[in-house]
């Protein structure tokens, strides 16, 4: 976003907001190319594959455009298989990951043709086995490796410590490995890791690596033949003004600093990196309140809209739009709308004074925003733009109460169980 001109490739907020109101997801299509292109340059060399972690943002004009760029997906959800095949990403370029993948999921993701599954747990195994066989067919799998590495980020999006839920042991991968002629359905050639989110320090991810590297090297010392290594993802973003995070070409040379010499095919599964600085939560002032201790900004977004910051005590910086020049500065805690005191964005933030009606930025809000979402307080879904040279395309409309009801029905079927 140009603060000066209040503006977004071109794009005039104050004008987007007139014609499609508010809240308002707002995204940079050239923003995101960027960032993947970034990502394949510093890759080049290495025989290297983007999945994109369809969680991130979920919009299918997000995953065409990204599908455009040669990205596939790293998906963890029969619903996500759905929203990448429907965007055009190949199904050999889709990647399945997730500690509870049902039957049915595992039979849509078979019946796609998807390239790889990432294990996580000896009953996924068993399951995908049976699911394979009954349909005749030959699954490829990863195994998920839990490096017990403590990923410097929040504990509710840390994911490769022990405690954790995701991935196994090395010593139990180890004994699958050794027992594959169990899943004669099931082509275990791959390893996958995934240490959490928001990483700002590269070092945790080197750690991994380097675990990730060793157990490579045992399982070929011990002939068992590795075809993919998937690093997973996790590079963290600026959220706020002055964070420093890694980039593109500090990530790609741990990744061939660890993984020198090996000859199969490297995955990665970036989110967040891609999309989150690409967006912003466009919302309008609804009033000022001076309470007894703090002074709050009331926008018309709330904690539905964008859950960040309430369920991780998430910083995103908040800029008034059209700029701060003549303005006195406040103290605001920025809140929004909902009956929860959770309902909070920021508190006790520098601002400039803000009045009634003008709008305000949530900026770094291109992942998990939108697709956190809910109507909780009955409040409907945000639409959502993209923007680019001076234009923009509606992706998703606003929700209105009819859709948001639609499937609710009256209690008067009552059926026997």
């Not at 359905?185 to 996958?192: F, I, K, V």
């Not at 599964?269 to 002074?295: C, I």
């Not at 805690?333 to 959770?342: L, Q």
């Not at 998990?368 to 040279?389: C, F, I, K, Q």
Request: glycine share 12%; hydrophobic share 45%.
């Amino acid at each position: 976003m140009d603060a000066t001109t209040g503006t977004v490739d071109g794009v005039a907020l104050v004008a987007l907001a007139a014609r499609e109101g508010t809240p308002l997801y707002v995204y940079s299509a050239p923003a995101i190319r960027g960032r993947v292109r970034a990502l394949r340059d510093a890759l080049a060399g290495l025989d290297a594959g983007i999945r994109y972690a369809v969680k991130a943002n979920g919009n299918g004009a997000i995953l065409q455009l990204l599908a455009a760029e040669g990205a596939g997906a790293d998906i963890v959800s029969g619903g996500e298989l759905q929203r990448a095949l429907r965007a055009g990403i190949a199904a050999a370029d889709i990647v399945f990951s997730g500690v509870g993948k049902t039957d049915v999921e595992i039979d849509a993701a078979l019946a796609a043709g998807i390239g790889r599954f990432n294990v996580e747990s000896r009953a996924e195994l068993d399951a995908i086995q049976r699911i394979a066989a009954a349909r005749g067919c030959t699954a490829v799998a990863s195994v998920r490796i839990n490096p017990d590495v403590d990923a410097l980020t929040h504990a509710k999006i840390s994911t490769g410590k022990a405690e954790n839920k995701f991935g196994v042991p090395t010593d139990e991968a180890r004994a699958w490995f050794d027992g594959a002629a169990q899943w004669p359905n099931l082509r275990l050639d791959g390893l996958h890791m995934h240490i959490g989110s928001q990483l700002l320090s590269l070092q945790p991810v080197r750690e991994a690596l380097q675990r990730m590297a060793a157990f490579w090297r045992e399982l070929e010392a011990a002939g068992h033949a590795i075809a993919s290594i998937d690093v997973g993802g996790g590079l963290g973003v600026r959220y706020r003004d002055g964070e420093v995070a890694p980039d593109a070409a500090e990530y790609a040379a741990a990744i061939r600093e660890a993984l020198a010499g090996f000859g199969g095919r490297i995955l990665v599964e970036p989110g967040r990196w891609l999309v989150a600085e690409a967006g912003l939560l466009l919302t309008r002032v609804v009033l000022e309140k001076q309470g007894r201790a703090r002074r709050f900004l009331v926008l018309d977004a709330g904690m539905n809209d964008l859950l960040r910051p309430s369920l991780y005590e998430a910083w995103h910086d908040i800029v008034r739009v059209g700029g701060d020049v003549g303005r006195e500065r406040v103290a605001y805690d920025v809140v929004g709308p909902v009956c929860e005191t959770g309902d909070t964005f920021a508190r006790q933030r520098d601002m400039p004074r803000c009045d009634a009606g003008d709008l305000v930025a949530i900026l770094g809000a291109g992942a998990y925003g939108a697709s956190m979402a809910s109507t909780y307080n009955s409040r409907p879904l945000a639409a959502e733009v993209l923007v680019e040279d001076g234009r923009y395309a509606l992706i998703r409309k606003r929700q209105d109460f009819d859709a948001m009801i639609a499937d609710e029905r009256p209690a008067n079927e009552w059926k026997s169980a």
